[in-house]
């Protein structure tokens, strides 16, 4: 079985990562997670300990939706007494934790947010270069509107689960040498991914300027991305991803802060086009966020895939919120960008199994079996950590079993 996650690392006092959990007696709510623990901000609410700022019990409901809402100080400002009450040993904690606090082991969790719409980007260069270098290898790899502006795709929404839910194997239309046939799907594949939470609308009609796009981002997710390879290849030609993509993407359980996650940016790539203005940033910044893949079979091996990193994006979070908004389209609170496959330039950092096979012609060891693409019986785990002298945290995971 798969090594426990680090919990005092992933969530260290430095993160406080919001999500939903439920315990065996009690309903979905709102919880930071501390360590092996998960404090209830709705009792802490119970207990006026935020009645300074929040005035109604936002986080007595089983969607983070109505507390990001709110805004960045109501953000900050719980952070900023969590970590006051984690930091001292007052009376208020002596008395009442046993009233909020809970074991992570005996909760379960839930989708912490709704997400009214799902947008896909594809801002890795390596990973656009890799497919372009497989299925269009007499041209260019990347398409000449690559480098101008950060391609995407309208996801769905309502196939959004989180960990440890199942995913059913697709079936669909595959093309088999000349033949349409319906058939599970065969290559049924993961992509690595970050997905950035918007925190703040912008209204219809008024596109986000660049300088304050991160503004819009409450916080980000691990996002695995389930791909059915032969069903995407015979649909998507003209209008894109369909039936291949929206049967499930997997997001890891606890948002992770911008607060937090500001201490772990880095330079991005110089962009080697010249983008237009609404593009353009006085200073280009990523998460250095490591990023792993795993896989677990029904006979218990198990091998680390792949180990990617987010400070590899071509294309910015701001300028996928900026480029999103720019004809007026407007972002809602819970709406979820994902970055698109991460892969780096090494092969063990590649953000699909079609990248690290090359489209099936090598295999992978778990163990002592061999795969290409996954297996009924595989569990996919995604884990991330952050590190910058010290100070580490971690996203926990999101890991999905593949069913028949
Ligand atoms: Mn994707």
Redesign the pocket.
């Known amino acids: 079985m798969s090594t426990p996650i680090d919990y005092k690392s992933h969530f260290s006092i430095h993160n406080l990562p919001y999500g939903i959990f439920s315990t065996p007696t009690k309903h979905a709510r709102v919880g930071i997670a501390y360590e092996n623990r998960i404090i209830d901000l709705s009792v802490l609410f119970e207990l006026d300990f935020f009645e300074e700022k929040i005035k109604s019990n936002v986080f007595n409901q089983d969607s983070l939706n109505d507390f990001i809402a709110l805004g960045k100080e109501s953000w900050s400002f719980v952070r900023k007494k969590i970590q006051e009450l984690l930091k001292t040993d007052s009376d208020f904690y002596k008395e009442n934790h046993e009233r909020f606090l809970y074991q992570q082991s005996e909760a379960v969790m839930h989708l912490p947010v709704k997400i009214g719409d799902y947008t ?1 980007f594809y801002s890795s260069e390596e990973h656009a270069s890799n497919v372009g270098k497989m299925f269009r290898p007499t041209m260019d790899p990347l398409f000449p509107n690559w480098k101008h502006m950060p391609i995407a795709y309208h996801g769905r929404s309502s196939s959004i689960i989180t960990t440890n839910t199942p995913i059913k194997r697709p079936s669909g239309q595959i093309l088999k040498g000349e033949e349409v046939i319906y058939s599970a799907c065969q290559t049924l594949d993961i ?1 690595i ?1 970050l997905g950035f939470i918007i925190g703040k609308e912008n209204k219809l009609g008024e596109p986000v300027d660049i300088q304050h796009a991160h503004e819009h981002v409450f916080g980000a997710v691990l996002l695995n ?1 389930f ?1 059915a390879r032969d069903i995407q290849r015979w649909e998507y030609q003209p209008l894109g991803p369909f039936l291949g993509k929206n049967f499930a993407t997997a997001i890891s359980p606890w948002i992770i802060t911008m607060e937090a996650l500001e201490q772990f940016t880095t330079d991005a790539p110089t962009q080697t086009q010249a983008v237009l203005p609404y593009l353009q940033e006085e200073k280009r910044l990523n998460f250095d966020i490591e990023i792993s893949f795993d896989i677990e079979t029904a006979n218990n091996n198990k091998a680390s895939v792949a180990v990617t990193n987010s400070k590899y994006l071509y294309w910015t979070m701001e300028q996928q919120v900026a480029h999103h908004t720019v004809n007026g389209c407007n972002l809602q609170v819970g709406d979820l960008l ?1 970055t ?2 991460i892969s780096g330039k090494e092969k063990n950092s590649f953000g699909s199994l079609m990248e690290l096979t090359w489209n099936g012609k090598e295999k992978i060891s778990v163990g002592n079996e061999e795969r290409t693409f996954l297996q009924d019986g595989d569990t996919t785990i995604l884990s991330a950590i952050c590190k910058k002298g010290d100070i580490q945290i971690g996203f926990g995971e999101v890991r999905n079993l593949i069913t028949s």
């Open positions: 896909d992509e991914e991305d791909s994902g698109g496959t």
